[in-house]
């Protein structure tokens, strides 16, 4: 989607893809091979690139697609996304939980059939994402001894972490396996901020932005943190030196600072 946004140091772009590329985790991209899964669990987000991803990924392996999401503080970025995109813009979208809508586009678009699609549409955050599936996976004997979880790039982390704190003490725990879909780019040329690519269905790159700087505090394992130490809404996550310079680069860049205001921990 194209804007305006004012140029970034080389220092500060560098950084911003260090940290985008760090939070959408991919352990995909690591394995020799896809392995057998049980189960594809893609959670709400408004990012046309991942739903896509998630999408063909079960209808290539045949197996559930369990989408997860009600209406939250950021559906309407959903209800956007499918308007823009010329495939999908006639879906109905006003008023309706993420997760109908995901079901739509994977039904009527990508072919899932509607026997296996798992919908959950309860979910307003991401720890009721992770809860709620595996209440959801349980209590309708789905089995999911391994799967793949899908989510909004700069979430993906995050996702992973909730997820690992649902099934702590678990005896055998699922493996979960991470996917973001997309790993977005930001260059710039001509003095234009922008995706590489083009960046059709992903965000505006100042709400990206915004995402980035908001996205590591949450991460903290600190009283203000979600980690144990803080609110405990996820597990432990260590974070390399080299990500924390890259955060202390965008934190300290005061042309970032209107997107660090806009995204706040809560």
Known sequence: MAEQFPPLSAATLAAANQVGAWLAQDDLATLPALPQVDVV???????IPTIDAACR??????????ISGGVGHSTNYLYEAVRQDTRYRMLPVVGRPEAH????????????????????????????????????LENGGIPHRRGIVIQDPTM???????????WQGVATPPQWLSFPGCSPVLEQTDGQLRF????????????????LLGELPRLQDTPEG???RGKDFISHVTFPPEILDAWRQLREDGQLAGALQARTLG
């Open 41 to 47: 669990v893609l959670a709400g987000n408004a990012v």
């Open 57 to 66: 990924l079960a209808a290539e392996r045949e197996v559930p697609l369990l």
């Open 101 to 136: 809508i995901l079901a739509d586009i994977a039904h009527d678009y990508w072919h899932i059939p509607r026997s296996r699609l798992v919908v959950e549409d309860q979910s307003t955050n991401c720890g009721e994402n992770a809860r709620f599936t595996r209440a959801t």
């Open 156 to 166: 993906q982390r995050r996702t992973m972490a909730t997820f690992a704190r649902v």
């Open 196 to 211: 590489a690519g083009g960046g059709a269905g992903l965000w505006p790159v100042t709400r990206y932005l915004g995402l």
């Open 226 to 228: 979600y980690g144990p």
